[in-house]
Every structure is written in C-alpha cells, then in structure tokens.
C-alpha cells in the first residue's frame, strides 16, 4: 500500500527510553521493600538453576567409577531434585512479592494519566480523536506492566545467570570456554540490537494504523445515527478496512522480519554451542576432562542460552513497550493551554455580577471571533446573547468558564478578574445547560447527581421538581433508576434538556449559562423547558445564549453580537423600536413560526 515503504520513524533514542524508564521508577519503587524481597527470591532462584548442572556433574561422574557407592548417587539426586524444587518455589515467591508493586503502579499510572487529560485544555480535546487517546492510554499503561515484567523476570534473571555462569566455567576450565561464551553472548546482542532497531519501523506505523482504525470504529459507533441517515455503512467499513489493509501490510513486514530476526539469533547460539562442545570434547579424548564436566559445560550452555534465545525476544518486546511508553508519555507531556497562576486565589461570589469589557478573543491568529467584547451583567439578573450563527456567541459562554483565555481585555465577577482565580473555584460557582447535553449511559439518577453527587435526597428531588422532570420519572417503571442509554438517546431532546437543567439547579450554583439551551427543540418541547427555565432563573444571574429570539423576550438586557462585536443592546421592547439587526432577526423568525403553524394548521 502507499506510504507503507515511503514511511519510516525513527526509532527512539536511548535518552528517550531512559528518560521514559525514570518516569515509571517512582510508581514501583513505592513498594520497594517488596520488590527487594522478589529479587531475593529471584537470586536465591538462579543460584539454585546453576547449581543443577553442577550437581548433575557429580552425579554423572558418580555412576562413571568403576565402583559406585550406593548412598553417594542416592544422596546427590536428592540434592538435584531439591534443587529443581527451590528454583520453582522461589520463583513463584518471586511472582507473588512482585504482583503487589506492578499492580498498584499500573493503577497509579492509569489513574494519573486520565486526571491528566481531564486538566488538558477543551482545545487539546477537540484536536484529539478520543478513540486513539483511550487507546494510547490503554497501550502505554500496559507498557508499565510488561517493562516491569521483563526487567524483574527476564534480564535481572538472565544477566545475573549470565555472570554465575561465566564466574564457574573461568574458575574450573580453560579460559577458552569464557571466551567462546562471552563472544557467543556480545555477537548475539549486538546482532539483536542492531536488526531490531532496523525493524522497528514497522512497528510503530502498525501501531499508528491500529490507533487509526480504533478511532474510526469508535467515531463511527458514536455516530451511528447519522452513519444510518445517509446509507454510509459501507463507507464506514471501507474506510476502516482500508486503515486495517495498511495496519496488514506493515504487521506482515513487521513478523517476516521478526523471523529473520530469530533465524539469525538461532544461529549465533547454535555456532557457540558446537564450538565449545567441540572444545569439550576434546578435553575427554586428551583426559583433561571427565564425562561429567562435559555433561556440566552442555548443560550450563544450553541453560544459559534457552534464556538468552528469550533475551532476545524480551529486548523486541521493551522496545515495542518504550515505543507505547513514549505514546503515553507524551500525553503527560501536554501542558493544560489554561492554567493557573502560582498565586491564584479562589473565586468568593457574593453578588454574582458580571463583566466583559473589551474582551477580544481569537481560536487562530488568522481569525478574530471577539472584537473588543463589552457587557454586564447586574446581580440576579437574566442577560440574553444573541446573534447570526458564527457570531461568537458560544465562544462568550466558553471565556466565561475558562476554557480559553481572553486575547485581550478582561472578564470580572463581582470585580474579580477570573485569570487571577483559580479554575476550580470559578467553576464551582457556574453551571452550564449546553445545546447538545451529553448524558452518561447511567440512571437518570446518577445523571442528575453528577451536578452534586453529595447532594442529599431532598435536594436531589427539589431539583428536578424545579426543572419539571418528575412527571416523566413517574411515568417511567424503573423511575430515576432508568438507564438513559449512550448520550442519552433513550430519552426525547426536551427530557434530555430537563435532565440537564436538573443536574446544573442541583450545583447550587450562583451563577447560570444556557448555550442555545432549546434551539434543537420543537416549540412544544422548548415552551415546556422555557418553564423549567424560568423557574431557575428567579434567584440567581443568568446567561442566555440564544437562537431563537422568543425564549429571550422577558431578558433583563439584550446583547445582539455581529461578527464578533455588540452592535446593540436593550431590552426586547428597546431593541425592536430602534429597527436594526435584531428587529430583523424577530421578523424573520416571526415569519418562519408562522409559515409553520401554517402547515401544522
């Protein structure tokens, strides 16, 4: 496929991988007395692997005099079988004294990294595909487990066994044998670094197509609905078999080069074998070694390149895991594009009265959205924001939560300039009742508490009472236990709405925006929930961002925003006298409103 020999990465570099293994110390060394107590289990394991063969020496060069003491054999076999016995016990010690530190990391990792990505700012979240985020997270949390897999079980073991080996062939025999060894050993991980690095491409264009694929089958999921309204199923599907196409082709390059990979490994272990059993063997012939050394010198070759031939599996393996690794660490990486200034004090609203004044605001330096931006709001009262669609007025409702900083100007509550608060604080004080309400695929219940989850039943019940919801709750037979479904989409627009101004009521907030809260309701529908709106309005400062000019009519003060600018403002009455933008906006909703009563009549 195209782009697949065209493509490469770089693979990354030793600074990067240890500066990717610094970052996950912390979260093991935390139970570091048991990770001190596996690796004694490990030790006392690989003494004892060693120490078969020695045993098995004896035992061999026992049964090969010519007059064989029966209690000698007897005694030395008991001994290899309680050897074996002690490597297996030990290592399951090992497993166990270790479990408790990787598992404890991997909730710690996974707990953090998803805090992270919930400080990280709305831009980063609507750049990012949320399919490949969970499985970029998924992947790199998992990373954890198996580097610390291989690290504790794989290439402590094998160095440590590796040096025990070397430690007893230099003692007892030519110095040959170390050398055969030891060059054996450097030629074959050099070998295996070298190929794997030259490979690795491969696997990190898989593992890109594969964060693709994930992605478009979760939006194409999301958006099931409207996959449906324009017959676009096999769209969906060619576009994610095509993705997976790509993912085969770099996933078939990536196993036939594995395979190489192997063979040439395989053979590097098979020439050192055969030149020190050579080497052996003549020691037998020339009388210079027994049987029973030439039983030790296979034995420890073969024990110690079994898991050399699994030290080159586990190398592909940490570098596959520092590659999904280095995916979550750039996560962490991402800095928030709001933050907090080191000296941010907490909000304290007493009178809930807000101001923009010459706020100008751009998403890109190439467009302006706000341009010098200038409103009020009294304590307890309901400002409406209106305008043409594009005209800013969402953004207002954005900069007032602080998902973005103004570019220029300020934002005060009760004289308070909200950069100099922290978000925290300012968020406790504001609910929100956006256009499009996203409801958890939980109960009604658990939906309308997520405002307060501490509330107590009482308050929970005013709430919903307050945004006329406890008809429908009545009518239904699991009541507030009801599952919604994904987003919502078991119950109709004007119940997902109510549930949301339940849940914003239930804050207790002093302070309440509505983002187009009924502009994808019918008039039905939204004059039901205008009702529930009303009800919330009475007591507390209120901000409208609206659509439809009707449910605005009552507003204390009327913003009309045209092109990122106030060209107007006043009440309903105020506005309509002066015959500008907004007079022609009521006139062409009037029209549509009767164009449809028209054809309902």
């Known amino acids: 496929m195209k782009g697949i020999h065209a493509r490469t990465e770089d693979p990354h570099t030793t600074r990067t991988d240890w500066k990717n293994l610094r970052r996950l110390f912390p979260y093991l060394w935390e139970f570091r007395g048991r990770i001190l107590l596996a690796l004694s289990c490990l030790i006392a394991a690989k003494v004892a692997t060693v120490a078969v063969p020695l045993v098995l020496k004896h035992i061999v060069d026992a049964l090969d005099m010519e007059q064989i003491a029966l209690q000698l054999p007897i005694v030395l076999l008991l001994g290899y079988g309680a050897l074996r016995l002690s490597t297996g016990l030990f290592n399951e010690l090992r497993d166990v004294f270790f479990a408790r530190a990787r598992f404890h990391a991997i909730r710690r990792l996974s707990s953090e990294v998803l805090a992270h990505l919930h400080q990280l700012s709305l831009r980063f979240h609507l750049d990012r595909r949320t399919g490949s985020v969970t499985r970029d997270l998924e992947r790199g949390t998992q990373s954890l487990s198996s580097l610390s897999n291989y690290f504790v079980f794989i290439v402590i073991p094998t160095l440590f066994e590796i040096t025990l080996v070397t430690a007893i062939l230099f003692g007892s025999y030519n110095v040959l044998f170390t050398v055969i060894t030891l060059t054996t050993i450097v030629v074959y991980v050099v070998f295996t670094v070298l190929f794997t690095n030259w490979r690795m491409h491969y696997r990190h264009l898989a593992n890109k197509l594969d964060s693709e694929a994930h992605s478009q089958a979760v939006d194409s999921l999301l958006n099931y609905e409207t996959v449906k309204y324009f017959n676009n199923e096999k769209y969906e599907v060619d576009r994610y078999a095509n993705t997976l196409n790509q993912w085969e082709q770099a996933s078939v390059k990536s196993t036939f080069t594995m395979s190489l990979l192997n063979f040439g490994q395989a053979t590097i272990i098979a020439l050192g074998v ?21 039983v030790l010198v296979n034995a420890l070759m073969l024990q110690l390149f079994v898991p050399m031939n699994m030290l080159g599996i586990v190398y592909r393996q940490i570098t596959y895991s520092l590659a999904d690794m280095d995916l979550l660490a750039k996560l962490l990486e991402e800095s928030p594009e709001v933050q907090d200034k ?79 608060c922290s978000q925290d604080s300012l968020r406790s004080h504001v609910s929100m009742v956006p256009q499009d309400t996203m409801l958890f695929n939980e109960t009604i219940r658990f939906n309308v508490q997520y405002g307060n989850p501490l509330a107590s039943e009482e308050e929970l019940q005013q709430a919903i009472s307050l945004a006329n919801l406890d008809k429908l709750i009545a009518k239904l037979p699991d009541g507030l236990d009801t599952i919604v479904g994904e987003r919502g989409l078991k119950l109709s627009g004007g119940e997902v709405q109510r549930v949301a101004i339940a849940r914003a009521i239930l804050k207790k907030p002093k302070i309440i925006v509505f983002d187009e809260a009924t502009s994808s309701l019918d008039t039905n529908t939204e004059v039901a929930v205008m009702k529930a709106i009303e009800k919330v309005t009475k007591d507390v400062t209120s901000l409208m961002i609206a659509h439809r000019l009707s449910t605005i009519v009552d507003a204390d003060k009327i913003y009309v925003i045209d092109a990122g600018k106030v060209v107007e403002h006043g009440t309903h009455v105020q506005l309509l006298e002066r015959n500008q933008l907004y007079s022609q906006l009521w006139t062409l909703q009037q029209k549509d409103a009767e164009q449809e009563q028209q054809l309902l009549s």
């Open 274 to 294: 055969t030149g020190i059993m050579i080497f052996a063997a003549k020691g037998v012939v020339a009388d210079e070694m027994t049987i029973g050394d030439l």
């Open 342 to 420: 080191a000296n941010a004090r907490a909000l304290n609203i007493t009178h809930s009265a807000i101001r923009f004044d010459k706020v100008s605001f751009s998403y890109t330096s190439e467009r302006k959205i706000l341009d010098q931006v200038s409103l009020e709001i009294k304590p307890g009262e309901k400002v409406a924001v209106v305008g043409p669609s594009g005209s800013g007025k969402s953004t207002i409702a954005r900069l007032l939560f602080r998902f973005y900083d103004v570019t220029e100007g300020s934002i005060t509550i009760d004289g308070e300039n909200i950069a100099d």
